[in-house]
């Protein structure tokens, strides 16, 4: 029975905006984040839709490298560049994962959304606590766009 490839499409997707952003000169750190992404799919779509189980073991590892490339792709867009230096802990998430695999293949489910919500707290928190994100100009091209209008009467 034929299935759909979803996640084959959208590995497509991704790449082509991976690419898009390359050809027009966007932040490397984004290209990066986009390209993890269609990995990431891509290799959903080979365990789960071609069978190929050889790939399996690698779809935490993977998945946990996600998380920390949006917040440092996060953080470089929207509130300061980062350095090199302080981007280099983020890989400690991947490599834990790699060792719970290796080493407790039990606990890698519980570390993968560990390291998911973590991240999605991190961002949540920061976007909501941030009274002016200084990378982030959305209010100024709304207001140049479509000029300054008032709430109220």
Do not use: N
């Amino acid at each position: 029975m034929p299935t759909h490839p979803i996640p084959a499409i959208t590995a497509i997707v991704l790449a082509y905006l991976a690419v898009r952003t390359l050809r027009a000169e966007g932040r490397p750190l984004l290209i990066a984040f986009l390209a993890a992404c269609a990995v990431q799919s891509l290799l959903v779509a080979l365990v789960i839709g071609y069978d190929v189980a050889l790939l399996r073991p690698l779809l935490p590892i993977t998945a946990t490298a996600i998380p920390p490339l949006a917040w440092i792709t996060f953080q470089d867009a929207l509130i300061s560049r980062l350095r090199p230096s302080t981007v280099i802990w983020h890989g400690a998430a991947p490599a834990f994962t790699l060792f719970c695999r290796v080493f407790a293949p039990e606990t890698t489910d519980f570390v993968v959304l560990l390291v998911f919500a973590g991240y999605g707290g991190a961002i949540l928190f920061v976007v909501h606590s941030a009274a002016d994100m200084p990378l982030a100009r959305l209010r100024d091209r709304f207001r140049r766009r479509f000029g300054k209008f008032s709430a109220g009467p």
